[in-house]
């Protein structure tokens, strides 16, 4: 066709980049890309779709490198210097153009939690234990079930909890929590904080959980603060004191980073009449999101700045993966459940393997 001016040509590639980075949808860029093979070439030569992934979600900036890992073949680093450059540069298109779509859709949301590493603090373990927040359920054996602190003279002292996701890598939209309602009291106090604030990121012990997630002291004492790199970290939400599943939306979708959530309960509202100290005390706790393994993994190398993500294009569905994680979760928290009371559940759910590669 005579006269047919190609638009990148027309503009100049200062002015036509500044109109690729008006593109805020991942959907526009895919189709912008197949255009024609110009066009295509210029989206992957300029990386939007990795610019785009930094603009939903800062985060993504902690990724230095993306490797491709095949089962049939070698594993081939995306931005090498080598004579395959472009095929290289494709790739991260690939990845990035995947993970932007990742972090826009709400298809496969899902409480992602997948262990409860630790509490501040445990008024009375392990009636009271963290591992109850992770129970659906209001009563367990005609008992109530939620986690309490220890009592404090002062309000201000502050809580946390921390829990372990299913996925080192998860996307984030929001947390629900519920406090507890001791209806066993007189005048049947909410046990609530003031305000709520979370943190994500990744555990800098030495790999494996076993001693952490199973001892007892270590799940009614919190780790020392120093044993985790936080990624982000939340705006203060105020919560109310009402005995109802709060939701508290995140303001953008987060990556969490080594899959590490913690719940900062700040301000105790109400005084045990038995003792005059303050306590919190939680039923229900959720963290909605959506985890990318396994087609996405995270290797973190010494710190987080220098983070390598993994693809994996070979891969089972994200849904087969939360399918197998969420029956894991469960089989664990009923044999947890059934220790105490001298259940040999062996026989029905089979031994339960923590991963070596999982961080607490």
Known sequence: MENCWDFLEWLGPDTSSSVFMCLNDPSDLVR?????????????????SKNLCKRICPEVSNFTRVIEVRSS????EVGSSS????????????????????????????????????????DN???????????QRDHVDMRPSYWSSGGQIDPGVPETLTYRLVSKLCIIDEIKIQPFKAFFQFGDPIYSAKYVRFRMGYSRLSQGTG??????????????????????????????????????K???PVICIGGIVQIELSGRVQKQAMDGLYYICVCHVQVIGRPLSPVLEVDIRGTVGNSILKYFPDASSVEDEARE?????????IRHLGAGRGWNLNTLFGPINVSDDSDG
């Open 32 to 48: 912008a890309s197949a255009v024609s093979r110009s066009w295509r070439r210029f989206v992957i030569l300029n990386g939007f």
């Open 73 to 76: 073949e070698r594993s081939m």
């Open 83 to 122: 004579a395959i450059e472009w095929e290289s540069l494709e790739r991260e298109h690939k990845v990035y153009a995947n993970l932007s779509y990742c972090l826009v859709s709400p298809k496969g949301e899902r409480d992602c939690i997948v262990d409860a590493i630790s509490a501040s603090s445990t």
């Open 125 to 135: 373990y392990p009636d009271e234990s963290i591992d109850n927040t992770l129970e």
């Open 211 to 248: 001693s952490c997630v199973t001892d007892g002291f270590a799940k009614s004492h919190a780790d020392a603060d120093d044993n985790y790199s936080w990624i982000y970290v939340s705006p203060e939400f105020p919560m109310v004191q009402e005995n109802v599943l709060q939701s508290f």
């Open 250 to 252: 995140l303001p953008r």
């Open 325 to 333: 994680s969420r029956w894991h979760a469960f089989a664990a928290r």
